[in-house]
């Protein structure tokens, strides 16, 4: 079990380990669905089948939920999200070392996404997202 439960988590599989950043604990029953934002990192290693949390300084610098995470370079990169302090959604970008358990900031997406997914493909991270229009042909 993971230290704390949160819904809207962004992870990344970084070698033998799985990093958890962000997220939140949604509650509809208190109409806290966006405000509840988790600012803790979690890693578990497969190798130990621990569970190690980040201290204070190793939180998550902009706390939000739905991110996209990838792997870049051995680092756990947060792309996006949403919170309920900002509208619209977050373009921060941040890179979390498991090893050393800390963050460094990066270049800021040109546009606000979350909810979206993301790959790495040749050292480029993309992060695409699907616009509905209702006057495309299929």
Same mark, same amino acid.
């Given at each position: 079990d993971?230290?704390?439960?949160?819904?809207? +988590?962004?992870?990344?599989?970084? !070698?033998?380990?799985v990093v958890?950043?962000?997220?939140?604990?949604?509650?509809?029953?208190?109409?806290q669905v966006?405000?509840?934002?988790?600012?803790?990192?979690?890693? @578990?290693? @497969?190798?130990?089948?621990?569970?190690?949390?980040?201290p204070?300084?190793?939180? +998550?610098?902009?706390?939000?939920? !739905?991110?996209?995470?990838?792997?870049?370079?051995?680092?756990?990169v +947060?792309l996006?999200?949403?919170? !309920?302090v900002?509208?619209?959604?977050?373009?921060?970008?941040?890179? @979390?070392?498991?090893?050393?358990?800390t963050w460094?900031?990066?270049?800021?997406m040109?546009?606000?996404r979350?909810?979206?997914?993301?790959?790495? +493909?040749?050292?480029?991270?993309?992060?695409?997202?699907l616009?509905?229009?209702?006057n495309?042909?299929?």
């Open positions: 993971a230290p704390r439960a949160r819904d809207h +988590i962004a992870a990344a599989v970084i !070698g033998n380990k958890l950043a962000g997220g939140r604990r949604s509650s509809a029953k208190t109409k966006m405000s509840l934002t988790e600012s803790n990192v979690d890693v @578990f290693d @497969f190798s130990t089948n621990k569970w190690k949390s980040a204070k300084s190793g939180h +998550i610098p902009t706390m939000r939920a !739905g991110a996209s995470a990838v792997n870049l370079n051995g680092k756990a +947060i996006g999200g949403e919170s !309920g900002q509208v619209p959604a977050h373009n921060e970008v941040e890179a @979390f070392d498991p090893e050393s358990m460094t900031k990066l270049p800021a040109k546009t606000t979350h909810g979206t997914g993301a790959g790495v +493909i040749n050292g480029r991270i993309y992060n695409a997202c616009i509905n229009d209702i495309s042909k299929y």
